[in-house]
């Protein structure tokens, strides 16, 4: 089945400095990606779409330049946190629309900014 | 604005019962429904995906309803297991064609007591 890898699992960073999120697509080619975040005991809540090859669609109240989001190729899509702080802290996840408006997601990241 | 709400948020029962979990939508015009489930500090599993115009599916011990018109879905779970534990979300598809979204419920979290 559809498989989306995403990487790191974990990091830590110091407040100021930038973080990258890989979000790959294994086995099929996800022209459809979408970024999630979830706070803890909260469900998740979409931040953007991001479309290969065009811009993304961010939600209302997402900073778009805080969140850059870029999805170069049909495979990868990467969110790039800016100038982190510790309210950026949270759990990050991917995922890719698959067949029948179907989704597959990756294995979340964990971002803890000090 | 589609609202996803799921009944109870926690679920306490002893291993080997059935159980059911509960979620509803207020705009039944969806395209589909998925159930998901989240380990701690994971990303999420895709349980089970009901198109629109199913009433159910069925995966092992799992079974899934859906009634699209009254915006009602269930999760049967049969013969509960320890490792069942984890936190239960449902989702809906739903949006204008080439822009469609997902919005999840608030999940249930499942405790199989041993």
């Known amino acids: 089945g559809a498989v989306v890898s995403q990487h790191p699992s974990r990091v830590i960073c110091k407040s100021g400095t930038s973080v990258k999120i890989e979000c790959r697509s294994l086995?099929?080619?996800?022209?459809?990606m979408f970024w999630y975040r979830q706070f803890p005991k909260q469900s998740l809540m979409l931040m953007a779409t991001s479309n290969e090859g065009s811009k993304a669609t961010y939600e209302q109240g997402v900073e778009k330049d805080k969140f850059l989001i870029n999805h170069a190729s049909l495979t990868l899509s990467t969110l790039t946190v800016t100038s982190a702080h510790p309210e950026d802290s949270s759990f990050y996840i991917c995922?890719?629309?698959?067949?029948?408006?179907?989704?597959?997601f990756g294995s979340g990241t964990r971002l803890t900014v000090v | 604005k589609q609202e996803v709400t799921q009944i109870p948020a926690a679920l306490s029962v002893p291993e080997g019962e059935n159980l059911v979990l509960n979620c509803s939508f207020t705009d039944s015009a969806i395209y589909n429904l998925q159930w998901f489930r989240q380990d701690p500090g994971k990303g999420l599993t895709s349980l089970l995906l009901i198109q629109s115009s199913q009433r159910e599916q069925t995966s092992g011990r799992l079974n899934a309803s859906l009634d699209k018109s009254s915006g009602r879905s269930t999760l049967y779970i049969a013969a509960s297991q320890p490792g069942d534990s984890a936190t239960y979300l449902c989702a809906v598809t739903d949006g204008d064609f080439g822009n469609e979204k997902l919005t999840f419920g608030t999940g249930t979290r499942l405790t199989i007591i041993p």
């Open positions: 995922s890719a629309l698959t067949g029948d408006y179907g989704y597959t």
């Open positions: 086995d099929f080619q996800a022209t459809t």
